[in-house]
């Protein structure tokens, strides 16, 4: 078999890879955790026509190698392969995980809600205990006077962050909005006061619940929430929350 | 550059083969290390990245492969007005035609370079079709509405096209701006990618089509691999809220939010959402900066650029639409913004 051969064969091989890498993600659903959901006909479009592309190539080799055909363009260089290669074996060695802490600290903290598709401010008819994060942010940025909103009970999830321009017995309670996919994740959050702050672990997922206030952190308004309970929650299916 | 590669091809493999087994053994350790959290993070940023482009890129190597055998080039010197401006003109309305971003522009740009596109042509299509087509022109208008900043994305990336595309027709020798993988194969143009224009029936034609779209996912994949790697790994480890925290200013925050676009390496089709988050805290000239440049030039559209164009042309195709799109930007904070 010549070289030549043997990198159609390998570039057949990576390219059903990529496509089986790409519908196992869709499978076990942590493809939402690389993009948002309305990308996934994409993504399945994507998987299909590169399994496709490969029954070609295959159905290729297997024809040149009964007769004359001659073979059309160059085979794919090794290290084209390789790279090619490389968001499966990256997959496979780095296992899976959605943004969390060291995200926040990287990427900066948005006082400043991302507005969403419409630039459509907050529904407020949604019952104050149904808002997430981004809600009660969204809540506090896009309002004239967000005090009307004070001592209404909020009920979130979030995981910890601990910022250093917080004070003592207070952490954020961090979330990550994604519009495309996580290059563009932003992270929001509300701060939460609550006494034993500090032994809660950066990155564990709680449920808080509690009566809302307004405070504010370098000059912008956030909600903060007087915490009645803290509770550890497993980390929720989908990790983001999508706009 | 294959046909090198192939003729010390064996060694050269296995040797890959164990350069990236130790790739990952020492990542492994890293993980060890201490460092499994950011590693993780890039990880994720990486895949994300490359997840959301990929089909984008099959997309654009489809195309590519249905030009490389349904078009001939004598139907490309039919169709494409020979004059300057108005070929520039011709190129940039070419994504209405063609609408992939820019993960697909290249190859297809470069496979229309092979039929015979003139080069000013193919530039001016390269920088506008990542937003001058109908799926960006929809996203825009969900994100901003029908007002001022979508008119001023769209003329504002038309204008630069063409201007840009204009200065490269001053080149009358393609071959100075092309590799040769890009010339036409009777002008000098390497022949290992040459094949007669099709004559076979459908179904021959359809799958050659497929096996062009195959190699050539595979010659501009890589540079998508590198590029997302080398943006997941900046948004990994530069601290983009100090970058952010310099964002005031007309003339700085437009380069900090070009900068940003360079970074993220978002897709133009999605990227008016992103540029949404800093409409209230940055001056309207960077957010328009933002959706112009972006779209144009980011790291994996460089690597894919290289491809393409020598390096000169290359550094052209940088520097020009910065100046120009900074120029604008500018202006616009100082004397249109409210």
Known sequence: MSTSRLHRSFQALVLALLGLFLLNKVWNGTVLWYINSRFLPLTLIGAFGLLWLAQVRLAQLQSTLEGTHDHNGSSPSAWGLLVLALPILLGLVIPPAPLGASAVANKGFAVVAPAGAGGSPVQIEMAPTDRTVLDWVRAFNYTADPAGYEGEPADVIGFVYHDPRLAAGEFLLARFTLTCCVADAAAIGLIVRWPAAAELPTNRWVRVQGPVQLAELEGRRIPLIEAQSVEAVPPPDLPYIYN | ?338
Not at chain 2, 124 to 151: D, K, Q, R
Not at chain 2, 172 to 184: F, G, N, V
């Open chain 2, 1 to 338: 550059m294959a046909r090198r590669v192939m003729s010390s091809g064996l060694p050269r493999f296995v040797l890959g083969l164990a350069f990236g087994l130790a790739l990952m053994l020492w990542l492994a350790g890293l993980r060890g290390a201490g460092l499994g959290e950011p590693l993780s993070a890039f990880s994720t940023v990486f895949l994300g990245i490359f997840i959301e482009a990929a089909p984008f890129l099959l997309l654009g190597t489809l195309a590519s492969g249905l030009v490389e055998v349904f078009v001939s080039p004598d139907l490309l010197r039919r169709r494409i007005p020979s004059g300057a401006l108005g070929g520039a003109l011709a190129g940039a309305a070419l994504g209405f035609l063609f609408p992939v971003c820019e993960c697909g522009t290249v190859p297809l740009a470069r496979r229309l370079f092979r039929k015979g596109l003139p080069v000013s042509v193919g530039v001016a299509f390269l920088l506008a079709a990542p937003v001058i087509n109908p799926i960006v022109l929809v996203s825009t208008a969900a994100a901003f509405g029908f007002g001022p900043l979508l008119a001023w994305r769209f003329a504002l990336t038309a204008g630069i096209a063409i201007v840009t595309g204009l200065i490269f027709s001053v080149e009358s020798q393609p071959q100075r701006l092309l590799r040769a993988t890009a010339m036409p194969a009777l002008q000098g143009g390497s022949q290992a990618l040459t094949s007669p224009w099709a004559s076979g029936t459908r179904s021959q034609n359809m799958s050659r089509a497929l096996v062009v779209a195959g190699d050539e996912f595979f010659e501009m994949g890589r540079y998508l691999v590198l590029g997302s790697a080398l943006a997941a790994a900046l948004q990994t480890f530069i601290p983009q809220a100090r970058l952010l925290e310099l964002g005031s200013g007309p003339l700085l925050s437009v380069l900090v939010m070009i900068g940003l676009a360079v970074i993220l390496s978002v897709c133009s089709t999605v990227d008016s959402f992103v540029a949404l988050a800093f409409l209230g805290t940055f001056t309207p000239g960077s957010v328009l900066a933002f959706l112009v440049y972006g779209p144009m030039v980011d790291l994996k559209s460089v690597l894919m650029f290289r491809q393409v164009f020598k390096r000169r042309a290359v550094l052209y195709l940088i520097l020009l639409p910065l100046a120009l799109t900074t120029a604008a930007a500018v202006t616009m904070n100082l004397f249109l913004a409210p």
